[in-house]
């Protein structure tokens, strides 16, 4: 719901008129961190900086974390029981403690990458295995998103694993994007769920070398681009559900792949879709709400009952016409600064005011060698 400031008055005592269950609870959420793919050249170049005050704190807390996590063992699961579900429902609390092991694997890949110790590239070895044994594929994109940097941490490990070690990690990755693209053929052509389907067979055909998956991705992504942004900037999911938490949510998942396509194709950023609808006009859509020139009531005509549900389970985070919090699109300028420069004081503006800083991401993006993709 878009108003202006004037109207909140009325809106809040609607709300306030609406019957709605609070209670104190734990709302589980796993959101893994954007997959920036550095190739081997652009890794040997962070290396190199690695000695930089910036890059030491960045990875300072990764490092840390990886350290933490060779004290514990992989805690892997047989099915991620996650999207659909309540953010207190017991099963989807569960989902999220076993999750923690794709922070580990994170962590502990890129601190073997920083450090060359063979503790960090053992630890990642073990987790990524661990998955790789116990987890079953089921095609839900939203679900085996979150299991995205799996790809990235066998591209890097596969050298150093036994012949044994990479033929399991190998099926179960092929078999993740197989079953992707099985519930692709059926499933839903647009919005921020229909682009995770995409990524995550892309990255199967990148880290297998599977042209095939390849190619299904590059195929699929056009028309899921003209299904998706609107030419006046808007997309599928904010008028789905009224909600610049899933417009954001699309053009992070849309941003995404466009990393990974940087070194086959020209960017998808100020492409034009055959609807008039690009990247950089959605981009655009949310900048008067960024800069607070315009304000957003989150949720109040969603059409999606998962929302309401939410609501009424006393998530707060999805209480009907909430305003949208600014600062949440730190990540997404983030990701876009690349491709839009005057970007920048915008998002650093963000980090003033207390945005979640994500320091890490910053850095693999700085070592992004975009003048030879």
């Keep these: ?51 930089e005050s910036g890059v030491q704190m960045a990875f300072a807390p990764l490092r840390l974390s990886a350290d933490r996590a060779l004290a514990r063992s992989p805690n892997p699961i047989a099915e991620i029981i996650y999207e659909g579900h309540v953010g207190n429902h017991p099963s989807r609390i569960r989902t999220v403690a076993h999750l923690q092991d794709m922070v580990a694997l994170h962590d502990l890949t890129w601190s073997w990458v920083l450090t060359s110790e063979d503790r960090y590239r053992m630890g990642a070895a073990d987790y990524l295995l661990a998955w790789a044994k116990t987890y079953q594929p089921l095609g839900n994109d939203v679900n085996e998103n979150k299991l995205s940097f799996c790809f990235y941490a066998y591209a890097v490990l596969r050298d150093t694993l036994t012949e044994k070690q990479d033929r399991q990690i190998r099926v179960w990755l092929r078999r993740i994007g197989e079953v992707q693209v099985a519930r692709g053929q059926g499933g839903s052509t647009r919005g921020n769920r229909a682009i995770k389907r995409i990524k995550i067979v892309l990255l199967a055909g990148i880290a297998l070398d599977d042209q095939t998956m390849f190619r299904w991705a590059q195929e699929k992504l056009q028309v899921v681009l003209d299904l998706t942004l609107n030419e006046d900037g808007s997309t599928h999911d904010f008028l789905r559900r009224d909600a610049m938490h899933y417009h954001m949510s699309s053009l992070k998942a849309l941003l995404e792949v466009d990393y990974l396509l940087r070194t086959t194709r020209r960017s998808l950023y100020a492409k034009t879709n055959t609807q008039g609808g690009s990247l950089y006009k959605s981009i655009a859509f949310c900048l008067p709400y960024i800069r607070r020139e315009r304000t957003h009531l989150e949720w109040v005509g969603s059409k999606v009952k998962l929302d309401k549900q939410r609501w009424e389970a006393g998530d707060e985070e999805y209480r009907p016409g909430k305003p949208w919090d600014p600062l949440k699109a730190y990540g997404v300028l983030t990701l876009a600064l690349p491709f839009q420069s005057e970007l920048r004081p915008l998002r650093d503006q963000l980090i003033k005011e207390g945005a979640k800083r994500d320091a890490w991401l910053e850095t693999l993006i700085d070592s992004i060698d975009f003048a030879n993709d």
Excluded at 22 to 51: C, G, K, M, Y
Aim: hydrophobic letters at 45%; glycine letters at 2%; proline letters at 4%.
């Design 1 to 51: 719901m878009i108003v202006s400031a004037g109207t909140l008055l009325s809106v809040s005592a609607w709300l306030m008129a609406t019957p709605a269950q609070h209670q104190a609870d734990t709302f589980a959420e796993f959101n893994p961190r954007s997959l920036i793919w550095l190739n081997e050249n652009e890794r040997h170049s962070l290396v190199r900086r690695s000695e």
